[in-house]
């Protein structure tokens, strides 16, 4: 099950209470004050981890919840601090918040089945990076704190402070250098198992993959890209139809597109309208997402009629790169490759 949103309740420990206590002691007359301070409540955290993809995790159980901090005790003993909880995902993930005021507020947003207005709070995108989604409760203060040289007896001591909470929002977004954006059955999975040593799915009908899928691309001189497989659009699909919503997220981090177009018309399609079906959709999803760099990668030049809807394509977009290819038999895959490494390539990082 590959799970690449969903809503999350979180909440942080509340902070231990400060106690008030007196050292008693069979010769320590009028000992004094000695309650303790409270343990801090543990944190709710979230952390980067490259061995996670997705957020199936949560799916299971959509909650992080943190140790509460211990009260105080006498003999100025500290209450022990909540352990926090680290809830990991993967690179790519975009951390949304819904306000809650109380537990309840936020239990009922958790459990809704409304939308719920968010605001994007992190971005998480380096391996190992950490974020503090929820912060522990303070711990209060025993009576200890409060003495004074006139107040040898204080009965004053403080409560420890609740543990943030909250409904969030995680949101998976594919980390890649370039996208390969096309209709379904364009032969962008064959593509991507051709260029690089990912394995998706690849069968004769359409929408075979249903998750995007990222593949290692390596170049001469210790090179390498990372290409995504965004599974097949629709007419519509900025409106979220099919599954618009979901695959176009996964294309907002590239830093080239490149739209895979069947250029034989195999199934009856025309490559002209194809690709300016594909800019429309990806324009109206998201404007800046727009002007990209992209690139046209031409397949199935091995079969019929191909080579004359090419010429009728250049004609048409004449300052359109076009690198043209057959996935299937590997023509063209080397200046491909040779694109890539000019435009994406980067070193290795040890």
Not at 72 to 81: D, M, Q
Request: glycine share 12%; net charge negative; hydrophobic share 35%.
């Amino acid at each position: 099950m590959f799970i690449d949103h969903i809503r999350i309740f979180a909440k942080a420990g509340d902070g231990g209470d400060g106690v008030v206590s007196w050292r008693r002691e069979k010769y320590v007359p009028r000992g004094g004050p000695d309650g303790g301070d409270g343990g801090a409540g543990g944190d709710v955290v979230l952390v980067v981890d490259p061995s996670t993809d997705n957020l199936r995790q949560y799916h299971f159980d959509p909650k992080l919840v943190a140790e509460n901090g211990k009260n105080g005790a006498g003999g100025r003993k500290t209450g022990k601090s909540g352990k926090r909880v680290i809830g990991r995902v993967p690179p790519g993930t975009v951390v949304y918040r819904a306000s809650a005021a109380t537990v309840q507020e936020a239990v009922e947003m958790e459990r809704s089945e409304e939308g719920i207005d968010m605001e994007p709070i992190a971005d998480l995108t380096e391996t190992g990076q950490e974020f503090v989604l929820c912060k522990g409760g303070e711990p209060g203060q025993g009576n200890w704190n409060f003495r004074t040289a006139t107040n040898r007896t204080p009965v004053e001591h403080t409560l420890g402070t609740p543990g943030e909470l909250g409904v969030f929002y995680l949101e998976l977004r594919r980390i890649a250098d370039a996208g390969l954006v096309g209709f379904p059955n364009a032969g962008k999975s064959t593509l991507l198992g051709k260029l690089s040593a990912a394995k998706p799915k690849v069968a004769s009908y359409p929408f075979t993959t249903l998750q995007p899928v990222v593949g290692v691309v390596e170049f001469p001189g210790f090179r390498r890209c990372t290409v995504a497989d965004i599974p097949g659009l629709i007419e519509g699909a900025h409106e979220n139809r099919g599954l618009g919503h979901e695959f176009l997220r996964h294309i907002t981090r590239c830093r080239v597109l490149l739209f895979v177009l069947d250029m034989a018309g195999s199934e009856g399609r025309d490559p002209v309208s194809d690709l300016e079906i594909l800019r429309r959709e990806v324009k109206e999803y998201d404007d800046e997402l727009a002007r990209f760099p992209w690139k046209i990668v031409a397949n199935k030049m091995d079969l019929e009629g191909a080579a004359e809807n090419l010429k009728i394509f250049r004609q048409r977009f004449p300052k359109v790169e076009i690198i043209p290819i057959s996935a299937d038999s590997g023509q063209g895959l080397d200046d491909l490759r040779q694109m890539l490494d000019n435009e994406v390539g980067h070193k290795f990082e040890h």
